[in-house]
């Protein structure tokens, strides 16, 4: 039988950690044969309601699930962890600007990347769900120089989810028929969802997406729209944020880096940018990538028309912004 990983989820009292600690101690994310301890950070207040979580995870019977370690210390949470979920943040408050926001977490990720440097296991995959995801994956990078850039992800497979859904709905195929759906840029509302390199399994082959869907307008505009504002929704209709469905996709991520993705198909992740497409280079930045091995590379050669780079260049543009003002908190 094969050793037990660590692994760590930050938040882990918060309302996403709900669905994911359970998708992860039942063995969807790292396999049905792999034993896990479960790292728990959450911040001191939230220790008593994270007890209950703990007790929950115990009567789960779960038989991967070896031990469970629950605390309030970045140092216990990190150590020796193969891979992170860096799930908790500063929620977005009532009159509270987008810069408080940033200004908060960006703190927040520079105290969790140093701890990740001294005290995680060197090859260790790091996935950032807490927002803003895309500038604080490249803080916490920063402040942890022994880890390879690599390692460090942003989610926007929640997006590509909700775009690949969007696009089985109007075709009218399982969700599972639709592939290579790619979310550029930011996870906000300036991302990109681009279904130009999508394909859709329907009557024995993959045709083309565009070809599926037949209607160029409703995939430039009503498409782009919903996927970009289907968080707003969500928060609208259940006045609490996507909770279950970022779960989903934060395991769908780890479990394709840790696997890898089949011949031929992609996923988008947020990674440190090479500058490919013309994004602006060292801002983390989603692109479809490939992995193999426990390695993603950047899918090369996709033609892009002049709408992507259109829409490319604004979500490059704000990620530069927020890059700008994270560092301007920090160095203050
Ligand atoms: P939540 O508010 O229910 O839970 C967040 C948890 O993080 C709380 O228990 C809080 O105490 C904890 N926390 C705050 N500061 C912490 C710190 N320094 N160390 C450890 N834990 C800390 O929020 P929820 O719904 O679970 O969402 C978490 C984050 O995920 C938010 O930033 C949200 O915006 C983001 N999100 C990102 C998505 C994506 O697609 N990338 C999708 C959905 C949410």
Redesign the pocket.
């Known amino acids: 039988e094969s050793e037990p990983i660590r692994v760590v989820v930050?938040?882990a009292?918060?309302?996403?950690?709900y669905s994911l600690l359970y998708m992860i101690a039942k063995g969807d994310v790292f396999g049905s044969e792999q034993p896990l301890i479960l790292h728990l950070?959450?911040?001191p207040p939230?220790m008593g309601v994270l007890e209950g979580v703990v007790m929950e995870l115990s009567d789960c019977a779960l038989p991967l699930l070896r031990s469970v370690v629950p605390t309030d210390d970045p140092v216990v949470a990190f150590k020796d962890v193969a891979a992170a979920f860096l799930?908790?943040?500063?929620?977005r408050k009532q009159g509270m600007e987008r810069k408080d926001l940033l200004s908060a977490n960006v703190k927040?990720f520079k105290v969790q990347g140093e701890a990740l440097d001294k005290h995680a296991k060197k090859d260790v995959k790091v996935l950032v769900?807490?927002?803003p995801?895309n500038t604080n994956a490249l803080i916490c990078s920063r402040y942890a120089p022994s880890i390879p850039k690599e390692n460090f992800t942003?989610?926007?497979r929640?997006?590509q989810n909700r775009a690949q859904a969007q696009i089985a709905a109007k075709v009218n195929v399982p969700v599972a028929s639709v592939s290579n759906v790619i979310i550029w840029g930011n996870?906000s509302s300036t991302q990109f969802p681009d279904a130009s390199h999508g394909t859709v399994h329907m009557a024995g082959k993959d045709i083309p997406a565009r070809d599926a869907v037949g209607d160029d307008v409703w995939l430039r505009t009503a498409f782009v729209e919903t996927v970009q504002k289907r968080?707003a929704a969500v928060i609208n209709a259940r006045k609490m944020?996507?909770?279950m469905s970022?779960a989903k996709?934060a395991g769908d991520h780890m479990r394709d880096w840790f696997n890898g993705t089949p011949p031929g198909k992609f996923v988008s992740m947020g990674v440190i940018s090479d500058g490919s497409y013309g994004a602006p280079k060292d801002v983390v930045f989603s692109f479809p990538v490939s992995i193999k091995n426990g390695k993603w590379e950047i899918v090369q050669g996709l033609v892009t028309d002049d709408f992507a780079k259109e829409l490319l260049d604004v979500t490059g543009k704000e990620l530069l912004e927020e890059r700008a003002e994270a560092i301007a908190v920090i160095e203050a």
């Open positions: 930050t938040g009292a918060g309302q996403i950690a950070l959450d911040i939230m799930v908790g943040a500063m929620p927040i769900v807490g927002n995801a942003a989610m926007t929640l997006d996870h968080g944020s996507s909770a970022a996709a």
